[in-house]
């Protein structure tokens, strides 16, 4: 069927005025696609696929307080599965709190949708209400570019996102799964995560990550520890020398300072190298000399 521009809002998916104005007191044989109806929660079950993987229970606690006193004021949207059943497509957190307030019955949109839109539908509802936290968010467009092979130009025009906004969202999900938690449980923010990403190398970034949320740092902050980091990182590292490399660099100022001229002594494991620089032949005739080889 055709899509029913989910890229402008769940608004568009019904008409404005559809909510208020149709009844959920219609007979199961005048109902038709679209309209409230009420439905057992026991014949709905939620997507498995849907981008939010987290819900507050306290929020959720609170919610049904509020259904046991009220009742769900908002219809949930859910899409025919098999054996009678219902997926949910948009309300989820409503259809839990109810299910807690030991409802039998909510109030639901019945629409036919493909899985696609589906996954689109759920994951612009939580993209909306701003309940997806980043992890969660690059999940969704994750899943729409695997599943439906959607490119990431056609999500971000459905999802009213930039094309840039939904690659570094993608990029998040390259960082290993100790960097992911802490951005899901807000430890670090997206912004943070993007000065992460810039840095190479799993050892690095977690050490940038420990510094930002010890130091509490801004993303500002962030980005210039990580530029530093990064300068660090090209500058040729000096290789740590040996006790012996280091004895033989004390022998070697001994013999400089005693015959006046610089010696270099080269150590190895089985055999070494000194090297006595002299400049011409009145020069060397006096190094010999001073080492009685004259």
Do not use: C
Not at 163 to 173: E, H, I, K, Q, T
Not at 231 to 245: M, S
């Amino acid at each position: 069927m055709a899509k029913k521009g989910l890229g402008k809002g769940l608004g568009s998916l019904f008409g404005s005025d559809e909510i208020e104005t149709l009844s959920v007191s219609k007979t199961a044989d005048e109902k038709k696609e679209g309209d409230i109806q009420s439905i057992k929660t026991s014949l709905i079950e939620p997507n498995k696929k849907q981008p939010r993987s987290k819900f507050d229970d306290e929020k959720i606690d609170a919610l049904a307080s509020s259904i046991k006193e009220h009742g769900v004021i908002s219809p949930i949207i859910v899409t025919p599965v098999k054996n009678g059943m219902y997926k949910i497509v948009a309300g989820e957190r409503r259809w839990r709190a109810a299910k807690k307030a030991k409802i039998k019955e909510i109030p639901a949109i019945v629409r036919s949708y493909s899985d696609e839109q589906v996954a689109e539908i759920a994951l612009i509802e939580n993209l909306q209400r701003e309940n997806l936290n980043p992890i969660e968010e690059a999940v969704g467009y994750n899943l729409l570019m695997e599943e439906f092979n959607l490119t990431q130009e056609t999500i971000s025009k459905r999802v009213g996102k930039s094309r840039s906004a939904v690659a570094n969202s993608l990029r998040l999900l390259t960082l290993e799964p100790a960097l992911q938690k802490l951005i899901t449980d807000g430890s670090l923010t997206s912004g943070h995560a993007r000065a992460v990403l810039s840095v190479e190398g799993n050892e690095m970034r977690s050490a940038l990550a420990k510094k930002i949320i010890e130091g509490g740092l801004n993303v500002r902050q962030a980005e210039s520890l990580a530029k530093e980091l990064m300068k660090k990182k090209g500058a040729p590292k000096k290789k740590e020398k040996t006790a012996a490399e280091i004895e033989a660099e004390k022998i070697a100022e001994k013999l400089s300072s005693a015959i006046g001229t610089k010696v270099n002594i080269s150590h190895g494991a089985k055999k070494g190298k000194i090297e006595i620089e002299y400049y011409g032949a009145d020069d060397l005739d006096r190094i010999l000399g001073i080492l009685g080889l004259r």
